[in-house]
Structures are given as structure tokens and as C-alpha cells.
């Protein structure tokens, strides 16, 4: 019986992943290794700064909590835990943030000491630069560390401020470094060759801003000046008095206007010559805060918004946001998201265009290559975009595929008669699979493909040599009929056995291919150096790689996983959710109707701020009769991520006499938004599980009609959590809760059958 029903969820999970099947429930996506992402955190609507880097981003939550995203392979996009936070500053690879109690914290790239904050407590504002940082003291002095040495390694002394005690505000750029002082002058120091350390005279200024090789301030009238390199015209900013920020990237600049719009000037390509836009802001005139990196931007939204433009080569600009996606995709530096909708959104290097997907709202299965993406409409037929040069991305035409698979250079499609079909780079024969028309699943490597059979049996093709031409055999399955899932990396395997048991095979020389033991195993995904399983109990285990590939996230709230080339993604379900407790009132076991005083619980998924709870059931099985349906929070109470417990609740009489699906009762649930005021309301189906509990009152359940197994049940509670436990009424009236109460209600019981 395990057997067959591990079987049954191996093969669910297997044609997730490679394509077959779709998730009904839609979820947020977790990131990690050398690319990081959180879909929820960035579509809350509680972020208060923001900060852009090299590759990186942060943004500092309602909550003083930090979220990171981009590249993080020196674990630059991830800030050390904490709620203490009130600044944040990205650099080059590394990251600074100031807490309330005025001291600093670094992370990210060490390797001249820039992550590595002086000891102090009376810090009030910090900033970062390539290699370097600054923080101004609140007795006016600034500090620097890390690197003094420019772009070739030449002394510039960027990390080495002046002596001074009349500062307000701190600029780091590139390689030279700016700062305000309180009569309105500024002072410039660092890397000079192109005069950006090298400031205008003047006591009007009120902000600053440096760049890589030029520099911005804004005066008291509200007009903006630059200096330094003026290449693609970065240094020259537009005619006007109405600027209230200003920020400087490489090779451009932003400014916010009082009327909430965004002004951009200066290059609007990347490092490689290549369009990226970040000089072209979005139109709107609701933008509060504005950031550069080298090449994007980024802006904070009046309602608490995170939007960003230009380059996304590491999705630090732009990543997948939200809690609706169903599918995903990691390929070599870039991944895909397919949303309930049907719509396909992408990150991260985007040379080919390989992260760009087509517009529709059709498509129901993605797969990311090595530079290239494919996806499969509704219709059966499939659709590729990226690096074309051999072919991958030119599907047959045809419509009845069931599901798609990107490798190295080629492609694989699987039919509806279960017929594999490939197409692209050939040069192994990965492209031409053998002629049967049993597979219910494909998979392609970077130079290998492979195709289960309904017969449980693996069929390998193509190349069996590693990067340096090494025997690896990765294309050689063993000879056994027992797998329900595979998975291709870039020269390793992995298959999926029906009791829940992983084999590898193939190049192993990070430990790939020796895959964990256990049985408790239920989906599979293999990267270029590392893999990762999905177990049965929601939660995720790795093995493999690099110390650029990560470790996966704790918890056990995981659907799905999907693993790239130094990244991993994982679907994490994010349905709102509402929990019961009861409290037991009254236990009338004669007619079976138990009347329940119930505590009701909310998780709050999307904003990290709401108020004026109030949770409503409007709709309950015919068993159910309700008394009081409304729980409502105090008017000024405010919720926080997570659980948050109603001060009031719900109560209703429940007829055991037939069970309860819990799936009949729907709530409703409104609240008011901190920040800006909106309303929100939802509709929520079912509650957390069958059985809910709390230390005050037993259980909840709903599985099955009462019997004296219920009582024996709430006479177990009561053993074990002492003297709140299990029996919650004073049952004889003797004014004490205790062991009597319970005999009692356990003679009730006798007494009625």
C-alpha cells in the first residue's frame, strides 16, 4: 500500500517538473545560490528604502527587517536576520545596514574589508561603494574601511575621509567618496581622474549623490548640478527647480521631482554594450524614493511598492513577484515563472534574450536551456525564444505535445501517443531519441537526454563524457524498471524510484550524483553541479555544488523545486489561511451536538501591516449552525506577518452525528492597510487542517462523527498539558477545572449509550 501510493505522488511530482502536469495551487517563489529571490516579500506592500548594488538590491521593510535580492555569490543579497534595522546601503559585492541602537552590520564580499563595520553605537547614516564604506558619526566625524586602492589597484583613498566634525551626509562612489557639511559645502576625496572628487564652490547644497565616475548635488532651490566624467551625457542633469532626490549610477543619473515623478539621463546600456534602459524610468507620479546600481534603478512607491528598470542580468532589478505562479524554470543564469494565468514572466541574463518569453496568457509549461527557453500553450504546440544557433528554439510543428525540455543546445518535446521528439545540437545524438512511444516523461542534459517509459524502465541518449571529455555515463540508466521520475543536470542523472529512494549516476566529482538516503523522497531536480529532492513532509534537501549553489531554505511549505546552474528556485505555498481553536463550552453527548466558543487565527500573507481585522464565516456545511460568526482585532491593533490571533470569536454548534468536510466553510476576511488606508477584503475556503489545537481547549475536529474516542482524547490532552489542557469547563460547578470535570463528562458519555 505505501508502495502504490508513493507511486502515485512520485508521478504527480515528476510531470511538474518536467513539464506534464501543473500545480493547482498557486504559490510564491524562494531563491538561492548565486541568484536570490523572494516573490512575496517583493509584492508586499510594506518596504520604506530601498538600495541598489553591483548585482544586488535591498530594501528595508516596514518592520525594520531586510529583504535582499540578485546576486548573491558572496552572499551580498542576504542580510543577517533582525527587526532592528533603519538603514541600508548596497555596494559593489558587499552590504552595510545601521540599527536603531546606532551601531552597523556588513555581509557580502570581504576581501578588503568593506563588510567589516567599526565597533560603535552612535552612527546616523551609512553608505557604500565599490570596495569601500563610510559612516557618519552623530558627533559629525566620518569613518571609512575597506579598499583605498581605485579600479587598477592604484592608491585613491576613497575609505580615508578627511578630519572634520561639521558633516551631515555621506556619498561613496565607484572610487571616490563626497560629504556634505553643515554650512552646505561640499568635500570630495577618493579617485580624482576625471574631477569627480573635485566638487563646485558653493553653501546651497542639501544632497549628494556619486557615481562611478561622476558626481550630483542638489541645491536648496530645488536645481541639480554635475561634475566629473560626462560621458553619455551623465553629468549634465535637466533644467529645473521642482527636485526633491537625486541618485548616480556607472554611467547614469535619476532624480525625483516634487510631483512624484522620475527624470533619468545618461547611458541606458550596460557594461557590454547592450540596451538596458536604466536612464528611462517608468511613467508615474506616485514615487517616494529613488536608487541606481551600476546599471538600473530602482524606486519606492507611495503605497510601499518596489519597482526597477535596467539591467536584470542577475535579477536585481526586476525578479519574478508575487504569490500566483504554478511552474518554473532555471537555466544557466536566468530563470522563468509561469503564472495561474497563463503568463510567463523572466530574470536575470537576458544576452540572447533567452529570459524575455513571449506575450499570451496560453501557456502551461516552461523549460529554460542553457541560453535558451521554451514553453507549451494550451494548444499542444510549443514556442522557443533565446540563442537560436542551432535550432532548439524551432519546435515541429506540431500540437500535441504534453510536455517540453531544454538541455545545453537542444531540445526535447514529448507527444501525446508518448513519442519523443528532439531538435537543436545533435553533435552527440542527444537530439534524436530512440522511436517508441511509451515515455511519460523526458528530461535533457547538457549533452545527454533521457526518457521514462510507463514500464518504469529510464532510456538514455547521447553523450557520456564530461566537460573535459571524462567518462562520466551519464547516459547510462541502470538496468531497473522501478523509477516514476528523472532528472538531467549538466553531466549527471538522478531517477526517482517508487519507494521513494533517489539513485545518481553520471559525474560526481562535487558529490552530485550521490544522492541522500531515505524513502521519504518525492521529487527531483538536478543543476549543473548540484541537485536537490523535495520530501514528502514539504521540506527540501540539497547535495552537490559549490558554495555558490546555496543551501535550500528551511521549512516544509515546498512544492515544487527546480535547480540551475549555481541557483535553485522552489515553489512555497502561500495560501492565505485561517486556523480555529476551540474552546469547549458545552459537551452534550445525548444528541450529539457539540457548541464550540472558537478562537480564530489569520495568516496575513501579503502586507506586513494591517489593522481592523475582521473574520467572518458566511458559509458552514448543513451540520453547522452558527451563533456568532465574527471575530474581530481591537481598532488600533495592528498584524504582522505570520499568525496573528483574533481578541475575539467565533462560536457555532456542530451536529457530530455527521462528519464535517472543512473545505464547505468559507470566511471572509477584511482589514485596512497601515501605510496607505486601503481596504482589502478575501474570501478564504476551508481551515488550516482537519484537526486544530491550542493549550486551552482539545481539539477541533472535523474527521468523523463523535465518539467516546473524542472524550478519551480530550482525557489525553489533559495528562499531558496539565492543568489547561483538554477540559476547558467547569463541568461539576465546584469551582475548579480539574480531573473530576473530566470523569464527568466520561460518565455523561456511559450514561447516555
Known amino acids: 500500500m505505501k508502495a502504490r501510493r508513493s507511486l502515485k505522488i512520485a508521478l504527480g511530482t515528476a510531470q511538474f517538473l518536467l513539464g506534464i502536469g501543473i500545480q493547482a495551487q498557486a504559490a510564491s517563489i524562494v531563491g538561492w545560490g548565486d541568484l536570490i529571490v523572494d516573490s512575496l516579500e517583493l509584492a508586499r506592500e510594506n518596504h520604506t528604502a530601498i538600495s541598489a548594488g553591483g548585482g544586488h538590491s535591498l530594501a528595508l521593510c516596514w518592520d525594520g527587517t531586510i529583504v535582499g535580492w540578485g546576486y548573491n555569490a558572496r552572499g551580498e543579497a542576504t542580510p543577517p536576520p533582525g527587526s532592528n534595522y533603519i538603514a541600508i546601503a548596497a555596494g559593489g559585492g558587499h552590504s552595510v545596514a545601521l540599527r536603531s541602537d546606532g551601531s552597523i552590520v556588513g555581509w557580502g564580499s570581504n576581501y578588503h574589508g568593506q563588510a567589516i563595520a567599526p565597533h560603535g553605537n552612535d552612527f546616523i547614516a551609512i553608505t557604500a561603494g565599490a570596495n569601500h564604506s563610510l559612516g557618519l558619526r552623530s558627533d559629525g566625524t566620518i569613518v571609512g574601511w575597506g579598499s583605498n586602492n581605485d579600479y587598477w589597484g592604484e592608491w585613491a583613498g576613497q575609505a ?63 536645481s541639480i548640478v554635475g561634475w566629473g566624467s560626462n560621458y553619455s551625457g551623465r553629468a549634465t542633469p535637466p533644467g529645473g527647480n521642482d527636485f526633491v532626490a537625486i541618485a548616480a549610477g556607472s554611467l547614469h543619473s535619476i532624480a525625483l521631482r516634487s510631483d512624484g515623478t522620475i527624470v533619468g539621463w545618461g547611458s541606458n546600456y550596460d557594461y557590454w554594450g547592450e540596451w538596458a534602459g536604466q536612464a528611462t524610468p517608468p511613467v508615474g507620479d506616485n514615487f517616494v524614493r529613488i536608487a541606481t546600481g551600476n ?27 508575487g504569490y500566483d505562479f504554478v511552474a518554473m524554470a532555471a537555466g544557466g543564469t536566468f530563470s522563468l515563472a509561469l503564472r495561474s494565468g497563463g503568463g510567463i514572466v523572466g530574470w536575470g541574463r537576458d544576452a540572447s534574450g533567452q529570459a524575455t518569453p513571449p506575450v499570451g496568457d496560453n501557456f502551461i509549461r516552461i523549460a529554460a536551456g542553457d541560453y535558451f527557453s521554451l514553453a507549451l500553450r494550451s494548444d499542444g504546440s510549443v514556442v522557443g525564444w533565446g540563442d537560436n544557433r542551432y535550432g532548439q528554439t524551432t519546435p515541429p510543428l506540431h500540437n500535441d505535445f504534453i510536455a517540453v525540455s531544454a538541455g545545453g543546445w537542444h531540445s526535447l518535446g514529448l507527444r501525446l501517443d508518448g513519442a519523443v521528439v528532439g531538435w537543436g545540437n545533435d553533435e552527440y545524438g542527444q537530439a534524436t531519441p530512440p522511436s517508441a512511444n511509451d515515455f511519460i516523461a523526458i528530461a535533457a542534459g547538457s549533452n545527454h537526454s533521457l526518457a521514462l517509459g510507463s514500464d518504469g524502465v529510464v532510456v538514455g541518449w547521447g553523450s557520456n563524457v564530461d566537460n573535459s571529455g571524462k567518462w562520466s555515463g551519464q547516459a547510462i540508466p541502470p538496468a531497473e524498471g522501478h523509477f516514476v521520475a528523472i532528472a538531467a543536470g549538466r553531466y549527471h542523472s538522478l531517477g526517482l524510484r517508487y519507494d521513494g529512494s533517489i539513485v545518481g549516476w ?60 549555481l541557483h535553485s528556485l522552489a515553489l512555497k505555498a502561500t495560501r492565505p489561511q485561517i486556523r480555529v481553536v476551540n474552546k469547549k463550552r458545552r459537551l452534550d453527548i445525548g444528541k450529539m451536538v457539540f457548541e464550540y466558543d ?12 494591517i489593522r481592523n481585522l475582521r473574520v467572518e464565516m458566511i458559509g458552514v456545511p448543513a451540520n453547522m449552525t452558527l451563533i456568532d460568526p465574527i471575530a474581530t482585532f481591537d481598532d488600533e491593533a495592528v498584524s504582522e506577518k505570520g499568525w496573528v490571533t483574533s481578541t475575539d470569536t467565533c462560536t457555532f454548534e456542530v451536529d457530530r452525528s455527521q462528519p464535517i468536510d472543512p473545505d464547505q466553510i468559507v470566511w471572509k476576511v477584511r482589514c485596512e492597510k497601515v501605510i496607505t488606508g486601503q481596504q482589502m477584503e478575501l474570501t478564504i475556503t476551508g481551515v488550516e487542517s482537519a484537526a486544530s489545537s491550542n493549550a486551552a481547549g482539545g481539539f477541533l475536529m472535523f474527521d468523523e462523527p463523535a465518539d467516546f474516542g473524542d472524550i478519551a482524547g480530550l482525557g489525553g490532552n489533559w495528562l499531558w498539558r496539565g492543568i489547561k489542557g483538554g477540559v476547558a469547563e467547569d463541568v461539576d460547578q465546584d469551582g475548579t477545572v480539574n480531573l473530576r470535570d473530566f470523569a464527568r463528562l466520561a460518565e455523561d458519555w456511559l450514561g447516555s449509550r
Open 295 to 321: 546599471y538600473n534603478s530602482l524606486a519606492l512607491r507611495s503605497d510601499g511598492t518596489v519597482v526597477g528598470w535596467g539591467e536584470n542580468d542577475y535579477g536585481q532589478t526586476a525578479p519574478a513577484a
Open 598 to 609: 472558537c478562537t480564530v487565527s489569520f495568516e496575513n500573507l501579503w502586507d506586513i501591516a
Open 160 to 222: 580615508t575621509p578627511p578630519p572634520g566634525n561639521n558633516y551631515i551626509a555621506i556619498a561613496a562612489g565607484s572610487w571616490h567618496s563626497l560629504a556634505l557639511k553643515s554650512d552646505g559645502s561640499i568635500v570630495g576625496w577618493g579617485a580624482d581622474y576625471y574631477g569627480q572628487a573635485t566638487p563646485p564652490s558653493g553653501n546651497d547644497y542639501i544632497a549628494i549623490a556619486a557615481g562611478a565616475g561622476h558626481s550630483l548635488a542638489l541645491r536648496s532651490d530645488g
Open 506 to 565: 553520471g559525474y560526481n566529482a562535487h558529490g552530485q550524483a550521490t544522492p541522500p538516503g531515505g524513502d521519504d523522497h518525492i521529487a527531483i531536480t538536478a543543476g549543473w553541479l548540484h541537485s536537490l529532492a523535495l520530501k514528502s513532509d514539504g521540506s527540501i534537501v540539497g547535495w552537490g555544488g559549490t558554495d555558490q549553489t546555496g543551501t535550500p531554505p528551511s521549512g516544509n511549505s515546498f512544492v515544487a523545486i527546480v535547480a540551475g546552474q
